[in-house]
């Protein structure tokens, strides 16, 4: 059982979102970083949106602190925050190196479509509503990574020998991360119950299915990639 069935919150916006979720973590480019047959182009053209997008969600953090009430949830946004600017964004760049993209270059990127609605979605959503409006916002990408790193490093059927995209399976798989998507479960978990009553739960599971569908638009903006 993994630790993300142990959470209270989670569990219900997944299931109320189920086919958007399905869509996001078994998307067709999902099943192509699996067995190693993704074009190398639509990767490396996720991986420059990518470093964008973290941009953004290290955006989200600081806004998380401003809309914290407590020590505590200002703890929560700043261990968010860090671990996209000290941690994520380091291995990241690191990663995009070997794909022959260096920073200053995906810094200089325009910003995609399905870059630009998810991002400014989830800051819209923290800007109008309260911390767990926007930690429901987030929570698409900050667990569903987790959980798509670690049910394709744990499938046997996942290609290890050969596969181009190994270590990034690994990377989401690996105990850091899997400590970041846990803790953002149990932030979730801490602001349900000293924010929501059940009459919310409508409102949130809404924000989660739209959230999760834009995640689903940014693996197909990497597929849609011009190939050349």
Same mark, same amino acid.
């Not at 994520?88 to 920073?103: I, K």
């Not at 000293?194 to 739960?201: T, Y």
């Given at each position: 059982?993994?630790?993300?069935?142990?959470?209270?919150?989670? !569990?219900?916006?997944?299931?109320?979102? $189920?086919?958007?979720?399905?869509?996001?973590?078994?998307?067709? +480019?999902?099943? /192509?970083?699996?067995?190693?047959?993704?074009? %190398?182009?639509? +990767?490396?053209?996720?991986?420059?949106?990518?470093?964008?997008?973290?941009?953004? +969600?290290?955006?989200?953090?600081?806004?998380?602190?401003? *809309?914290?009430?407590?020590?505590?949830?200002?703890?929560?946004?700043?261990?968010?925050?860090?671990?996209?600017? =000290?941690? &994520?964004?380091?291995?990241?760049?690191?990663?995009?190196?070997?794909? /022959?993209?260096? %920073?200053?270059?995906? &810094?200089?990127? !325009?910003?995609?479509?399905?870059?630009?609605?998810?991002?400014?979605?989830?800051?819209? *959503? /923290? /800007?109008?509503?309260?911390?767990?409006?926007?930690?429901?916002?987030?929570?698409?990408?900050?667990?569903?990574?987790?959980?798509?790193?670690?049910?394709? $490093?744990? =499938?046997?059927?996942?290609?290890?020998?050969?596969? !181009?995209?190994?270590?990034?399976?690994?990377?989401?798989? #690996?105990?850091?991360?899997?400590?970041?998507?846990?803790?953002? #479960?149990?932030?979730?978990?801490?602001?349900?119950?000293?924010?929501?009553?059940?009459?919310?739960?409508?409102?949130? *599971?809404?924000?989660?299915?739209?959230?999760?569908?834009? &995640?689903?638009? +940014?693996?197909?903006?990497?597929?849609?990639? !011009?190939?050349?």
């Amino acid at each position: 059982m993994s630790y993300l069935d142990d959470l209270k919150l989670f !569990p219900h916006l997944r299931e109320a979102g $189920s086919q958007a979720w399905s869509d996001y973590v078994e998307h067709e +480019f999902v099943s /192509g970083v699996a067995d190693g047959t993704l074009p %190398e182009t639509a +990767f490396r053209h996720y991986l420059g949106q990518d470093y964008l997008f973290l941009i953004h +969600f290290a955006r989200a953090y600081a806004l998380a602190a401003y *809309k914290a009430e407590s020590l505590t949830e200002i703890r929560d946004a700043a261990a968010g925050m860090s671990a996209i600017v =000290d941690t &994520e964004m380091a291995l990241h760049v690191a990663y995009c190196g070997a794909w /022959g993209l260096n %920073e200053g270059s995906m &810094e200089a990127l !325009p910003e995609a479509t399905a870059t630009m609605a998810y991002t400014r979605y989830v800051l819209e *959503k /923290g /800007g109008q509503g309260d911390l767990l409006d926007l930690y429901v916002a987030l929570a698409p990408c900050v667990i569903g990574y987790g959980e798509i790193g670690a049910r394709l $490093s744990a =499938d046997s059927k996942t290609r290890r020998e050969g596969n !181009p995209y190994a270590s990034w399976i690994e990377m989401y798989a #690996g105990d850091e991360y899997q400590g970041v998507a846990r803790a953002h #479960g149990e932030a979730l978990d801490r602001l349900w119950q000293s924010r929501a009553g059940g009459e919310r739960l409508d409102a949130l *599971k809404r924000n989660f299915e739209q959230a999760t569908r834009l &995640e689903v638009d +940014f693996w197909q903006m990497g597929l849609d990639a !011009p190939q050349n």
